[in-house]
């Protein structure tokens, strides 16, 4: 009898362990992964056909080599504030660009290819965008307060999709 309860207690503590414990893997494959709690990746997580999830939050890149369907919000977090000065060359890293100046100012954008811009003047000053070698815009800018434009980056050039005159 004392034998069963032993073997019975260690096949239960590995039960335990396999079922309770976190799982750990580096460069392992998974058919599949079915969780009710969080997934955390401290480098890559591919996934090659299908994830469905509640919440997504990333940190850092995320490819997604062919659809994207969003069934809630797209929340972007906005980056800090670009503050210009009389006139400059704004070379936007993020999506989102916040701008202001403390006077009136004017910037020549530098876009990075294929990626778009969104630059919104969340400032009280004007600060215009002048068609140039570098911005294709319809005609010069008068960005006041609220107002917004987004560019899409051709080669070294921003390209105008749309303006919002607020």
């Known amino acids: 009898m004392r034998q069963r309860l032993i073997t019975f207690g260690v096949f239960a503590l590995l ?8 799982v750990s893997a580096d460069n392992s494959v ?9 997934i955390t990746s401290g480098d890559d997580l591919t996934v090659t056909d299908q994830a469905v999830t509640a919440d997504l939050t990333t940190t850092d890149d995320a490819t997604v080599g062919d659809d994207l369907t969003i069934t809630g919000d797209l929340i972007v977090t906005p980056p800090v504030r670009w503050s210009l000065s009389a006139t400059q060359t704004l070379t936007p890293v993020t999506s989102n660009v916040p701008i202001s100046s403390s006077a009136a100012a004017g910037f020549l954008p530098v876009c ?13 000053q004007n600060i215009i965008i002048t068609d140039s ?15 917004s434009i987004t560019l899409l980056g051709v080669g070294s050039n921003c390209v105008e999709l749309a303006r919002a005159n607020n």
């Open 133 to 147: 070698t570098t911005s294709k815009i319809a005609s010069t800018f008068t960005m006041g307060n609220s107002d």
């Open 112 to 124: 990075a290819a294929g990626k778009i811009f969104h630059i919104h003047n969340v400032g009280a």
């Open 15 to 22: 039960l335990a362990l396999v079922v309770i414990a976190p």
């Open 30 to 38: 998974f058919d599949a992964i079915v969780t009710i709690g969080d």
